[in-house]
């Protein structure tokens, strides 16, 4: 028997287990609250040999994806599969929210350096003005490590496919309402290990990208550690 629940949000414009929910402060793990799972997700009723029924929850997962990165390298969900990683969306010709989303994602790079296992998918909307070439140059200009952090790109479709049905996160194409071309999600995704979503906080909030490491941290120090 199984039954869908559905769990914290839809297209995002609000934020998802972030900063007002945490009652750690610096780091600490001894008042832990396990980050929600993000998304649908099944719940399987399971009988043991005794009768006895419990309940099996299958959480969200991200789909397989595949994308190439500025340099030309594939890179699948394989790539991240047992890694902790934070995905967004965003183009180079951005106006508006994309250069404030890509500071704050320098600074969540920086703050969680120590991090070894840590990786960052950032997914360009517009792969017809975004190259691979144009994506190096926009790394250069903006003195992006891509030490972990990766700037992907594939068709328009597949990545906004990815962003809306995989991530949970809006993105319109509409020339005449957005500069640039495209209204997007400005939230950052928190994936675990297991490609669940566990958090999603506003990219362009210092206070929200200062949550997501320290949830980052907290994580794998009490789930994984």
């Known amino acids: 028997m199984k039954q869908?629940?559905?769990?914290?949000?839809?297209?995002?414009?609000?934020?998802?287990?972030?900063?007002?929910?945490?009652?750690?402060?610096?780091?600490?793990?001894?008042?832990?609250?396990?980050?929600?799972?993000?998304?649908?997700?099944?719940?399987?009723?399971?009988?043991?040999?005794?009768?006895?029924?419990?309940?099996?929850?299958?959480?969200?997962?991200?789909?397989?994806?595949?994308?190439?990165?500025?340099?030309?390298?594939?890179?699948?969900?394989?790539?991240?599969?047992?890694?902790?990683?934070?995905?967004?969306?965003?183009?180079?010709?951005?106006?508006?929210?994309?250069?404030?989303?890509?500071?704050?994602?320098?600074?969540?790079?920086?703050?969680?350096?120590?991090?070894?296992e840590l990786v960052i998918l950032s997914h360009t909307i517009d792969p017809e003005r975004d190259s691979l070439a144009k994506l190096r140059e926009y790394i250069k200009e903006r003195e992006i490590d891509t030490r972990n952090w990766h700037l992907l790109y594939n068709e328009r479709e597949y990545t906004h496919y990815m962003g809306i049905e995989g991530y949970m996160l809006s993105i319109v194409e509409s020339e005449e309402e957005a500069d640039g071309g495209f209204l997007h999600s400005e939230y950052f995704v928190l994936v675990d290990r297991d490609r669940h979503i566990r958090g999603m906080y506003n990219g362009t909030v210092t206070e929200e990208v200062d949550q997501m490491a320290e949830d980052i941290r907290l994580l794998i120090e009490n789930e994984y550690d």
């Not at 980050?35 to 005794?50: A, M, R």
């Not at 030309?72 to 599969?81: E, G, R």
């Open 4 to 116: 869908i629940f559905y769990v914290g949000c839809l297209l995002i414009f609000a934020s998802c287990g972030s900063s007002g929910d945490s009652e750690t402060t610096e780091g600490s793990s001894d008042n832990y609250k396990p980050l929600p799972y993000l998304g649908f997700h099944d719940v399987d009723i399971v009988t043991d040999e005794n009768g006895n029924q419990r309940m099996d929850s299958v959480y969200y997962q991200v789909p397989d994806f595949e994308f190439l990165n500025q340099d030309s390298v594939t890179i699948t969900n394989k790539d991240v599969d047992g890694h902790v990683y934070v995905a967004n969306f965003f183009f180079t010709s951005c106006p508006h929210i994309c250069p404030s989303m890509m500071e704050h994602m320098k600074r969540l790079q920086e703050n969680t350096s120590d991090i070894e």
